[in-house]
């Protein structure tokens, strides 16, 4: 061993060990591994958590090679922009490899999570079979599978602790799996079946929440009609997190005060979600709970605001809080004086094409929550107009904002008052919100607002940006700045080549780049990929496919995805993804 | 309720009796009695509206006095700008003058898209990447751009039924609820057309009509078809002969027809049921060549279907 590294010796592997457990990061992992040779030796055989942010950055064999001993792995697949349709489909994110990997490196694991990946039912067919201690089961907006695989994973896996579904698209043609869970399984603590859209059935279900005493998250789907919602919460008292589906009312007399003192029961009550469609009059029912929930995710379609007003003025302890833009100015004004704790907002919107009546929610709600909620973090908000004076407002209220994300539902939109574009509203944000990690910028925009998140976005990570700039220079000014930039993602913005070229350094410390619908030709792609090796340059020919060498170097790429990695050009490219 | 709108006539006076009155003050914070409604009722007017001078000071020396209640430090107005912002705060209730502005607003928008829409029709304008013009021609074709604004599919389901409701009447019914809750289906629905191997989604909501629809199934397939179609000397004929593919998708007599497939299995012609039941029971669409389409007997229909999983199935096992 080197001598400039034999204290190393010191102390047994064990130790180094122990002392490694407490490294709170991926990052500090990583950094110690790089310490020495023993030291990379000893974290690799005891990490037992991994994050892979982009499934094609590695080959699945060589992160289990490396990390024999993971017991709990999360895997990225699809780009953020795949959820709004900005991919094609097929496009990839496959999880078959990655699951055949792990099914033979990984026999121990306990904890899979999954996100915006192709999953089949064989996948979790050999998921639940080769994986003895499978406990948690997370897939978030992947698609690919059936309620027939969900099926052999309930028959399977003997200690399954979670199942937790979020927003995945499931075919459905087994109805009764969950009758699979066998008479003996009683494990179950979270339950998340919110995307499903079948049917259940509801006594199967009752008879399985009966016999699980731990269950902690139940999260139905969106068919459940008030009495059985009633049944199902009596027999599950100790709940901390409940999604009630899409609750209808069902107008029989005595039904209200079932529901009241079900909800009542439940003492324990800190997150409910769900979808309202029971109408103003059954929503008192949940006051009883109200003063416990730290998070609200109803989203009501036929409660107006002074409902709504009475149900938040309750929620004193509500940290976190999810609504569509039904709730209007009025609601958030409530939501400012009652809801001190408030950490997060998103609010969304009810009617995105603006087919129906224009509703209320202005760039006032959310300044008044700015004002009367002193903690709050983390902001998602849908709206149709702002200014750069309430921007700025809300920068000076709330500088400890990690996450901000406004979308203007117009694109081009400028400050409503002045007509000039939102650059200093949203400069004042990352200038004034040192910590901000996320942000999302929309609205008429120019280069100058980009100069500005350049210069002073210094812990930004994630940047999502649409129809916004003049020239290449914006782009120019996110690459060559943002130190910490590790996503971005943009589409329908004047940028091209010479910002690419000039930055090309920066695209291998970033996990990805996606363009769409900008200037980019695939000259420059050609000269990206031919200089830097370890990048994917992905370009997506929606025009048939074929040979990208017979295309000429001026020819307009409409889709763009760049990401580092060092497995290479990935191989289950579909025709028409083609990396240069 | 009524009294006071017409008191109201101009928004004035009401709002400079609220000055000394400290309890009504309070109670705008949270509360919603008639006048509070009237201030916090914003209009979409455009800056410049009415002359109602007067009007901002007093808003602004509220809603600063509020703050100062709640922090010292908290700064929600600061600007010039903002007082001006104020004034926007005009009272609805349909007889202040502002609430012509507001429809006449909308009206515009709906006429500008009417007229694009018709310019669309007699001759296309190039998407050009980034421009205000590429995003007002592709909104004007009535389909919403692709991925905007971003939101899930899932969150467009609960956005449809939302505005279902606040259309309806509110009533207990429960067979309307029901409609609202299947309402929630099929909204980005898969369609592939004959010939070309990519397959896209179509957003029915945002369609709202069968002949939008149309439309859009013109606006997603128009490059993929140009590209594949052998190329004639005349560019420009091309682009006819490409467009002229998707005349009279509806009614049988065109180059393509326009089926889907509905919950149970069948494959249908698009436009025989209205359009509300067409969405809720459609799963997947299909542009065949009209020569293809034979008689819809039910073995016909199987096969073609098996062939569709086969053939053109979305590979989602891979």
Redo the contacts between chains.
């Keep these: 061993m080197d001598r400039a590294f034999s204290w190393v010796a010191a102390f047994p592997d064990e130790v180094w060990e122990h002392t490694f457990s407490f490294l709170p990061t991926d990052a500090d992992r990583n950094a110690v591994a790089l310490v020495c040779r023993s030291w990379h030796r000893i974290e690799r055989l005891s990490r037992r958590k991994i994050f892979v942010g982009n499934c094609y950055a590695v080959e699945p064999a060589a992160a289990v090679r490396r990390f024999p001993e993971v017991r709990a792995a999360t895997i990225k697949g699809k780009p953020h922009?795949a959820?709004?349709?900005?991919t094609?489909?097929?496009w990839g994110g496959?999880a078959?490899r990655w699951i055949q990997s792990m099914a033979k490196g990984w026999p121990l694991l306990e904890e899979l999570r999954l996100k915006r990946m192709?999953v089949?039912?064989?996948c979790l067919e050999i998921a639940a079979r080769s994986f003895k201690n499978f406990r948690v089961l997370s897939l978030a907006?992947c698609?690919?599978f059936s309620t027939a695989g969900l099926a052999s994973v309930a028959a399977n896996c003997r200690n399954l602790k979670a199942l937790d579904l979020h927003?995945n698209e499931v075919e459905e043609n087994c109805i009764n799996w969950i009758s699979h869970f066998p008479e003996s399984f009683t494990s179950l603590v979270t339950l998340n079946i919110a995307?499903l859209?079948g049917e259940m059935n509801v006594s199967i279900l009752e008879r399985l929440i009966s016999r699980c005493p731990n269950l902690k998250t139940l999260r139905l789907n969106?068919?459940t009609p008030l009495e059985k919602l009633v049944g199902l919460l009596h027999r599950a008292p100790q709940l901390v997190d409940l999604g009630i589906g899409?609750l209808?009312?069902?107008?029989h007399p005595g039904l209200f005060s079932k529901l009241e003192s079900a909800f009542a029961h439940l003492k324990h009550l800190k997150n409910l979600s769900g979808?309202w469609?029971a109408?103003p009059l059954y929503l008192p029912a949940i006051y009883s709970i109200c003063e416990g929930l730290t998070a609200l995710h109803l989203?009501?379609?036929?409660i107006q605001?002074?409902e709504l007003?009475k149900v938040v003025?309750r929620c004193k302890n509500l940290q976190q809080l999810w609504a569509?833009d039904?709730i209007e100015?009025?609601g958030l004004?409530?939501v400012?004086?009652?809801c001190k704790l408030l950490r997060e907002l998103r609010i969304?919107?009810?009617?995105?094409?603006g087919?129906?009546?224009?509703v209320?929610l202005?760039q006032?709600g959310l300044?008044?929550v700015s004002?009367?909620c002193?903690m709050l973090e983390s902001v998602l908000y849908?709206c149709?107009?702002m200014?750069?004076?309430?921007l700025?407002?809300i920068a000076?209220?709330c500088p400890n904002l990690t996450c901000f994300r406004l979308?203007i539902?117009e694109?081009?939109t400028p400050d409503?008052?002045?007509?000039e574009p939102l650059d200093a509203g949203f400069g004042a944000i990352v200038e004034l919100c040192k910590d901000l990690r996320r942000l999302?910028i929309s609205g008429l925009l120019t280069d100058r607002v980009f100069k500005t998140i350049g210069a002073s976005a210094n812990r930004l990570e994630m940047l999502?940006v649409?129809?916004a700039?003049d020239t290449d220079a914006g782009l120019h000014y996110i690459l060559s700045g943002c130190k910490k930039l590790r996503k971005l993602e943009i589409?329908?913005?004047?940028f091209g080549d010479k910002a690419l070229l000039d930055n090309a350094d920066k695209l291998e410390a970033m996990r990805s780049l996606w363009m769409s619908?900008?200037?980019v030709t695939l000259g420059a792609c050609r000269l990206l990929a031919k200089k830097m090796p370890r990048l994917n340059v992905e370009v997506i020919d929606?025009?048939?496919?074929g040979s990208l060498e017979s295309w000429p170097d001026d020819c307009?790429v409409e889709k763009l995805y760049i990401y580092r990695t060092i497995a290479g050009p990935r191989t289950?490219a579909?025709?028409?993804v083609l990396t240069v | 309720m009524e009294d006071d709108h017409e008191s109201m006539g101009d928004a004035c006076p009401q709002l400079l009796n609220l000055i000394p009155n400290e309890k009504v003050r309070e109670k705008?914070?949270?509360g919603?009695d008639a006048a509070e409604?009237k201030k916090?009722?914003?209009t979409?007017g455009l800056?410049g509206g009415v002359g109602e001078e007067e009007e901002p000071s007093v808003l602004s020396s509220c809603i600063f006095s509020k703050?100062s209640k709640?922090?010292s430090r908290?700064?929600?107005?600061?600007?010039e700008?903002?007082e001006?912002?104020l004034f926007?705060l005009q009272s609805r209730g349909g007889y202040g003058t502002e609430w012509p502005h507001?429809t006449t607003w909308?009206c515009e928008i709906f006429d500008e898209q009417q007229s694009l829409e018709k310019e669309k029709a007699l001759g296309d304008t190039e998407n050009e990447?980034?421009s205000?013009t590429s995003?007002q021609t592709r909104a004007s074709a009535g389909v919403?751009v692709?991925?905007?604004?971003?939101?899930?599919a899932?969150?467009?389901n609960?956005?449809s039924?939302?505005?279902k409701?606040?259309?309806e009447l509110?009533n207990?019914n429960?067979d309307e609820?029901?409609k609202?809750?299947s309402c929630?289906?099929g909204l980005?629905i898969?369609i592939n057309m004959d010939g070309i191997?990519?397959?896209?989604?179509v957003d029915l909501?945002?369609c709202?009509s069968y002949k939008k629809l149309s439309f859009a199934v013109e606006y997603l397939f128009l490059?993929?078809l140009r590209?594949?179609k052998e190329t004639s000397t005349n560019d420009l004929r091309m682009d006819e002969e490409a467009k002229q593919a998707f005349k009279s998708l509806l009614d049988g007599s065109g180059e393509y027809t326009l089926v889907y497939e509905d919950n149970e299995g069948d494959r249908m012609l698009v436009g025989d049921v209205p359009w509300d039941m067409f969405v809720s029971s459609v799963k997947r669409l299909r542009v065949l060549k009209s020569s293809d389409l034979s008689s819809l007997h039910d073995w016909e229909a199987r096969k073609e279907q098996q062939l569709s999983v086969e053939y053109g199935g979305?590979?989602?096992?891979?």
């Design positions: 922009f959820d709004f349709n900005l094609i489909t097929d496959g078959g192709v089949s039912d064989d907006s698609e690919g927003e995307c859209d969106h068919v899409m209808i009312g069902e107008g979808i469609e109408g989203c009501d379609s036929s605001t002074p007003s003025s569509m039904l100015d009025d004004i409530a400012a004086s009652s969304f919107p009810s009617d995105p094409h087919l129906a009546q224009p209320y202005t006032y300044l008044a004002s009367g002193v849908f149709r107009q200014t750069n004076s309430a700025l407002a000076n209220n979308c539902i694109p081009y409503y008052i002045t007509q999302s999502s649409a129809f700039g589409r329908d913005c004047p619908s900008c200037s929606e025009n048939g496919g307009h289950d579909p025709p028409f | 705008r914070i949270g919603l409604e916090l009722e914003l979409l800056p703050v709640t922090s908290r700064v929600v107005l600061g600007s700008q903002q001006a912002g926007q507001k909308n990447a980034g205000n995003f919403a692709v991925g905007w604004p971003p939101i899930r899932f969150r467009k609960l956005a039924s939302s505005v409701q606040s259309v509110q207990g429960i609820k029901v609202v809750a929630k289906k980005l898969k191997p990519i397959g896209r989604k909501n945002a709202g490059d993929l590209a594949q979305e590979g989602l096992a891979n």
